[in-house]
């Protein structure tokens, strides 16, 4: 069995904006948007068509420059460290940047990230099969986009690759990497219990790093996840059909959230250090709201994830994500949502995935589709947030009983649940200025309470 290498959350980690950084982005952007008229209009449909912004789909912008620009690019920010295929490669860790590629001459480039090169192709009527690298089913394809004098647009396919040489992944292996995502996929999520389930999840996992790697694997396992939590929410599915037609797919994910018992937490955390995640600042909503999470990240394949748990305030002082919480009888909000539901690394699936958008856009397309937005819950001007109005579930009437039996739900509660269901899930509005990279430890606490199936009944079950 593969083990993993703990590492404890720092006790402090605080993230702020960066307007100058932003500003140097910005201006490069526009630099390149003015010079490919294409790439302009693909960015004026991104918006339209699918609430997002270009800048939040960019990946990379290969721009010629000297001295003068690595100076500036390391006054607000950006360090040099040199990847395969990119030595002049610059990277801003404390912000949410692109990659800044300085070269000696030739063309501006930017690369956006896509989830899949020939999607894209085919969205945008884009034959690059001579402008193009890796093989279908690689950890890394790119493809020339559209070209106009001094500007060039690239869309990059990245699965647990960072670097920009072309990477030769052999047929067998390719091969293999889709009989682990087809593994990944259509496993079991159901078992009698949920011991039984996390061993099952680590066998598949431990097989996968195996055979295809860590970074690899963990590109893969949370593609499925996406689409498990899809299939189970309207509002996903009807976003996700917008952002296909521009041939997209998810590329524009922010993070992923999972809802865990104080049972099985550590174990959650395991699973996720096994994938090659590192833990990152930990959050806590205050003592009225009563619960908190491990914010963790993948360096390589950039997924962010939010582990949710009810907790206490004195608990968030010790390294909850590597010690035991004990159990306990009452439920808090994330607790009970686990009850009604099911781990969502097992039974539900994520309680929602939020990805990066125009906030304002997405919030009146979305409408016009039928899928209405719950009130803000983060306002600021480097950090927007809202949800997308709850997806109800049916709940197991053993579930409920084993509720009611323990006094966690009272009757008239769960006759409520019976007849209308649970909110299960949601797709998160999410706008990011200024490379803000972290979360609003405040104003999340009244959205989750906002979700407590003990307050918020279907209109069905009033």
Not at 54 to 75: H, T
Not at 107 to 134: E, F, H, M, Q, Y
Not at 285 to 312: H, K, N, S
Request: proline letters at 4%.
């Amino acid at each position: 069995m593969t083990t993993a290498t703990t590492n404890p959350a720092p006790l402090e980690f605080h993230w702020e904006p960066q307007p100058e950084a932003q500003r140097l982005v910005d201006e490069l952007l526009e630099s390149f948007l003015k010079a490919c008229p294409e790439g302009a209009r693909l960015a004026e449909r991104m918006k339209s068509e699918t609430g997002t912004r270009f800048k939040d789909w960019v990946d990379f912008i290969e721009v010629q420059g000297g001295m003068a620009l690595r100076q500036r690019l390391s006054s607000v920010g950006f360090s040099h460290e040199p990847m395969p295929g990119a030595p002049e490669h610059f990277t801003h860790r404390g912000a949410i940047f692109p990659s800044i590629l300085v070269s000696a001459d030739g063309p501006i480039r930017v690369g956006i990230k896509v989830d899949s090169l020939s999607d894209v192709c085919a969205a945008n009527a884009v034959d690059n099969t001579r402008r193009a690298g890796g093989e279908p089913g690689s950890r890394f394809r790119w493809g020339q986009i559209f070209v106009s004098p001094g500007a060039e647009l690239w869309a990059v396919e990245r699965h647990g690759y960072r670097g920009f040489a072309p990477v030769e992944d052999p047929l067998a292996v390719r091969l293999e990497a889709q009989r682990q995502y087809d593994r990944l996929r259509r496993r079991q999520r159901q078992f009698e219990t949920d011991d039984e389930g996390f061993a099952r999840l680590d066998e598949l996992l431990d097989e996968s790093i195996a055979m295809i790697g860590v970074d690899w694997a963990c590109d893969l396992f949370f593609a499925a996840e996406r689409e498990y939590w899809m299939r189970r929410n309207r509002a996903a599915r009807a976003q996700k059909s917008r952002q296909d037609v521009l041939g997209l797919g998810w590329a524009n994910h922010d993070h992923h959230t999972f809802r865990c018992s104080r049972r099985n937490y550590t174990r959650v955390i395991a699973v996720l250090e096994k994938l090659g995640f590192r833990l990152r600042e930990r959050f806590y909503a205050g003592r009225e709201a009563g619960w908190g999470a491990q914010v963790l990240e993948q360096p390589v394949t950039g997924i962010t994830i939010f582990a949710d748990v009810d907790m206490e305030a004195e608990e968030l002082s010790g390294d909850f994500a590597h010690t035991p919480l004990a159990e306990r009888e009452e439920l808090g909000t994330i607790g009970l949502w686990i009850a009604l539901h099911g781990e969502s690394l097992l039974q539900a699936g994520m309680h929602h995935l939020e990805c990066q958008f125009d906030w304002h856009a997405l919030r009146e397309q979305l409408l016009r589709e039928g899928v209405n937005t719950m009130q803000p819950f983060t306002t600021f001007s480097y950090l927007r947030q809202a949800f997308t109005e709850g997806e109800w579930w049916r709940v197991e009437e053993s579930r409920l009983a084993r509720l009611v039996e323990r006094g966690q739900l009272t009757p008239d509660q769960a006759a409520f649940i019976r007849e209308g269901g649970a909110i299960g899930s949601h797709l998160e509005n999410l706008e990011r200025n200024d490379g803000f990279k972290g979360f609003n430890q405040q104003g999340v606490s009244d959205i989750i309470e906002r979700t407590d199936a003990r307050k918020h009944l279907h209109p069905t079950g009033a």
